[in-house]
């Protein structure tokens, strides 16, 4: 069976709430729930328009809960890492008394024998709340709401915005072919496929021929130099987003490999100032000592092991104005 890369793509969001769901928010953190009038309905949570008839609401708040009616729920045996409890637990619609409409929160009940429709529960409210839907853990089963932790108070300010993390998590199998690519680069070889058909060749262990969909394998095998010429880069300025590890502008550089028509695509350099970079010149590829970390973790677009980066080889650069037509 293939290897199973992770990769875990994270998108950081920061929203503005507008005065009826950041009023709700900064409730939250005081321990308290509010809803909206609408006619006669209290819908919860909030909205500045009616869902029904897409009406302005008037900014009418009213506390409702904490307490409420389970009104259907499910059972939930097996919770993800982005399941809001670790243990199982029933997802609920919950009528809060004094709502009209459900909530739809988690009740930490222990059993589904525990759950039923008509079931009172009560909030567990989160120790430090900061103004978010989180700030409940759960419900609980009974009329009484609990803290969890220590009590550290409402916020100081109300609360205008909200920060959100979209995340999603992928598993790609490993080709074949990209394993033998991180076994080469082992002993610093670059290693390539060249088609039968085409006669094009590729780096990083494809496995096949994307233009005659032929599989390509240990057969199609080729070593590629690893002296080449740079025919694109761009300086990266880096922007502080959550994951982002570089501090200072750094270099991705675009290589073509020498006797091939191979280009390495967004290429770290080593030991050369990013303001230093020409297309033209020539580099030769850095490997990562046998004591030296390196990601063999075989990413989405190829990889190529021990290979850390490329620096200059001390040729002179290459005139050549196509090459900066060379991305691929
Ligand atoms: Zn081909």
Known sequence: MARLVESTITFPYRRSLGPVVGAFMTALTEMRILGTR??????????????????????????????????????VPNPSAQHPLAQPFAFAFIRLDGATTPLLHAVDAGSPNAMSVGARVAPRWRGERVGAITDIVCFVLGE????????????????????????????????????????????????????PVCERVYAGGRGYCPIDAVELGEGHEVDLSDVGTITNFSIVTPVQYPGQTETEPFVRAFVLLDGSDVILSYQPVIELPATDVRVGQRVVAVWASPAEDSDEGGAMGGTYGRLIGWMPNGEPDIDDPDLVNRIF
Not at 174 to 190: C, G, M, N, T
């Open 144 to 195: 009484s709401a609990e803290i969890e932790g220590t009590d550290a108070g409402p916020a100081s300010e109300p609360v205008t915005r909200m920060d959100y993390e979209a995340s999603i998590t992928y598993r790609n199998p490993v080709p074949v072919s990209a394993d033998r690519v991180i076994e080469a680069s082992q002993e610093h070889r670059l290693l390539g496929q060249k088609c």
């Open 38 to 75: 609408s006619g006669d309905a209290v819908l919860v949570p909030p909205m500045e328009w009616d869902p029904r008839t897409g009406a302005e609401l008037g900014n009418d708040l009213v506390e409702v809960g904490p307490s409420g009616t389970v009104e259907s729920w499910t059972w």
